[in-house]
T-cell receptor, first 110, second 119 residues
Framework: SQQGEEDPQALSIQEGENATMNCSYK?????LQWYRQNSGRGLVHLIL?????REKHSGRLRVTLDTSKKSSSLLITASRAADTASYFC??????????FGSGTQLTVLP | GAVVSQHPSRVICKSGTSVKIECRSL??????MFWYRQFPKQSLMLMAT?????????EQGVEKDKFLINHASLTLSTLTVTSAHPEDSSFYIC???????????????FGPGTRLTVL
């Protein structure tokens, strides 16, 4: 399977703590994207990082990309209960299709 | 901007019937649309890529006669699950790509998904 891997599969933290999710992919990419999915809903695009970028910030989100290791991480700072959701990375390669990671289920406890 | 709608959001049908799901880009032209399938607590798996005015490209293992895809306009793609069976029950999600974006920054915009339950 070409699907990427994410770890951890599940993460439970207290409100105010930081949450870090890691993603690995298998082929060369144009960009890597992170999405959020609330239970039973569609995906919400969070952030895109291009292959020539190493780090990107958006509000409480920080994404890093290491193309030599084919890996990325998503950091959510000062988490809130409303951040509870599944988070997926998705790599976009030459075919401009998205290959999704296995996802991380984040639970933020109030 | 960049809103994608899907209809219906939920459908329950009897085994053997066909179900059509619509995916619309509301405020941009989508030269390419994608159809995904998601089982509970799993990730999204790409089923097919649909380009406006041409035949869809199906991923390995996806039956094109079972999952009919039509992309007749720049804002509408449809997925028809033919002769549905209980094993086709799943969450189907479409996405659309804005044809004007470059490869380095192009983003897929996702619909809210359709929950199909086949009895």
């Amino acid at each position: 399977s070409q699907q990427g891997e994410e770890d951890p599969q599940a993460l439970s933290i207290q409100e105010g703590e930081n949450a870090t999710m890691n993603c690995s992919y298998k082929t060369s990419i144009n960009n890597l994207q992170w999405y959020r999915q609330n239970s039973g809903r569609g995906l919400v695009h969070l952030i895109l990082i291009r292959s020539n970028e190493r780090e990107k910030h958006s509000g409480r989100l920080r994404v890093t990309l290491d193309t030599s290791k084919k890996s990325s991480s998503l950091l959510i700072t000062a988490s809130r209960a409303a951040d509870t959701a599944s988070y997926f990375c998705a790599s976009s390669g030459s075919a401009r299709q998205l290959t999704f990671g296995s996802g991380t289920q984040l639970t933020v406890l109030p | 901007g960049a809103v994608v709608s899907q209809h219906p959001s939920r459908v329950i049908c009897k085994s053997g019937t066909s179900v059509k799901i619509e995916c619309r880009s509301l405020d941009f032209q989508a030269t390419t649309m994608f159809w995904y399938r998601q089982f509970p607590k799993q990730s999204l798996m790409l089923m097919a890529t649909s380009n406006e005015g041409s035949k869809a490209t199906y991923e390995q293992g996806v039956e094109k006669d079972k999952f009919l895809i039509n992309h007749a306009s720049l804002t509408l793609s449809t997925l028809t699950v033919t002769s549905a069976h209980p094993e086709d029950s799943s969450f189907y999600i479409c996405s659309a790509r804005n044809g004007r974006e470059r490869a380095s920054t192009d983003t897929q915009y996702f619909g809210p998904g359709t929950r199909l339950t086949v009895l």
